[in-house]
């Protein structure tokens, strides 16, 4: 089938999912949601494990080609550590990388399950193996944030998804900005969620990192749909000025992936695609995402594609 056809945007591995919980070296409930980077040559997966009390962790998963051949260590790589910061008490989720080229170390905004709330916490490392919490960054209820790897004049910018008091505002995507990472404002609504029955009405969030493109800053979301039958969680695209991050360029009006095989449909949370990393090489996006909150799968997809794609389908 001709790729420009866009009938397969995003190319499901053959051999999904590429990690489940049998691959853990200790016992564990779920291995999901995970963030992604190249290290030293490899490909790097800080994945969320879930333990059988129901409390996450992060644990780093590394392989040569991205696909096969993981090397997960042996014990936990981060653990809650509740004791110095309460905030972790209900543990660490869904991690999200940002290579801080300026720092020379990766940012690692993460949700803290807080008593609260989950909230938007963060953490640098230079290995994975060492890690610096700068503490919550965001009160709750607040998560899927992930940092830009570059400045905007001299301000950081972090894009998360604060939810309101009043359930009929909706969830939307918010932009903040901070001149040292640790103190942020300038909060301002990014991308709304849609109302009535679209795929992404009343509940969105960003997945990945944004990821630079000379077209802008491409984004991939999720957006949820409720449904009699429970929630279905599917992917979004849009695009943002590489200069002003606030400014959005397009946005897809239909989903360009949403869970279709059993360990995306099935699992401890049906209907699920949850994507935390994307790494691209060339014009070749890797995406991992979480299957049902359950396992770890991977697609891959052409970024030239995904913007001509978006062109065509852009409803801004
Ligand atoms: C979101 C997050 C994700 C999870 C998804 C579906 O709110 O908590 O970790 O994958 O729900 O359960």
Redo the contacts with the bound molecule.
Sequence with gaps: MARSSFDELFRRYENNPIITVKDVPYSANTV??AGATRFNGETLLLM?VEDRRGISHFTAARSKDGIGGWEIDPQPTLMPEPEKYPEEIWGI??PRITWMEEHNEWAITY?AYSRGG?MVSLACTKDFKKFRRLGPVMPPED?DAALFPDRFGDRWAMIHRPVSAFPSVGAHIWISFSPDLKHWGDHQILIRARKGGWWDANKI?LSPPPLKTDQGWLILYHGVRMTASG?I?RLGLALLDLENPTRLIARSDRWVFGPEEPYEVFGD?NK?V?PCGWIMEEDTIRIYY?GA?TCIALATANLSDLLIWLKKHQSV
């Design positions: 999901f949601n969320r989720e869904d949700t989950p998560k969030g929630a969680y949370v699920v949850f979480g909150d």
